[in-house]
């Protein structure tokens, strides 16, 4: 069961009604304990988001307070949460107009995405608005269905230029047997992503930030996807290509998301 606190209140159905207009931005995580890792890159996130949507500024200190009182509420430490923020008051043919925004809190059970290894689609598609984790999801759960439809797991976006991008809703990183890479491309750069950058950094492995043409994938020997739920290996992209040594990759950034800290909320 999924429970939703809107503003530090249970959300009522007139609330959750508002918060389903196709403008607002969100955040996920997993709460484990009463913490969260990289829980300042999440109210970041939250704070430049609202800014660039709403051109308000979001009370940091008071989202926490009702992601806390909620986990309270619900009577857990684990969860998986995700905190969505909207305006009730926005109306679209008023963009301009500045109104106050509303902080949506769903608490669900904790998650964590299974290893199993997978194939993915290339799809050549470019998010609006990438580095926004906004709430415009609709081509993105449609791309993961036609991959599946085609036998495949899910859908890997690959830009105009034919660079690779992003996954439908998680980051890639690839390994060549020496380093890690990372596309370079317009995307959104998950704070599961940016953690396992930090961790690496801190192991000292040599990885790198660069364009990444779809042609290129098979001078790769492996590729992990990652997002708030964990991290789990790529065993191909499309048809024939396929990737031998992803557990080693996995097995490295699974010590790198290790050294990231966990923040007491």
Known sequence: ??????????????????????YGHFTSLQVRDGAVQGWA???QRLQQATQALFGVELDAGQVQS???????????????????????????RQPLRQVPV???????????????????????YQRDLAHIKHVGTFPLF???????????????FVDAAGQVSEGTTWNVAFWDGRQVLWPQADILHGVAGQLLEDGLQRMGQVQARQAIPLSALSGFSGAVACNATGLWPLA???????????????????QASALAPWERL
């Open 142 to 156: 449609h791309h993961r269905r036609q991959a599946m439809v085609q036998g495949y797991d899910d859908a890997l």
């Open 236 to 254: 191909g992209v499309g048809e024939g290509l396929v990737f031998g040594q992803s557990d080693e990759l996995l097995a490295m950034l699974r």
């Open 66 to 92: 009702w992601l806390k009182q909620a986990l309270v509420d619900c009577g857990v430490a684990d969860a998986s949460v995700r905190i969505t923020v909207f305006a009730r008051a926005f109306d679209f």
């Open 102 to 124: 509303d902080v949506l809190v769903a608490v669900a059970p904790p998650a964590n995405m299974p290893s199993q290894p997978r194939t993915v689609l290339p799809v050549h």
């Open 41 to 43: 890159l999440h109210l």
């Open 1 to 22: 069961m999924i429970h939703y606190f809107c503003n530090g209140e249970q959300a009522s159905g007139e609330v959750l009604a508002a918060a389903q207009v196709n």
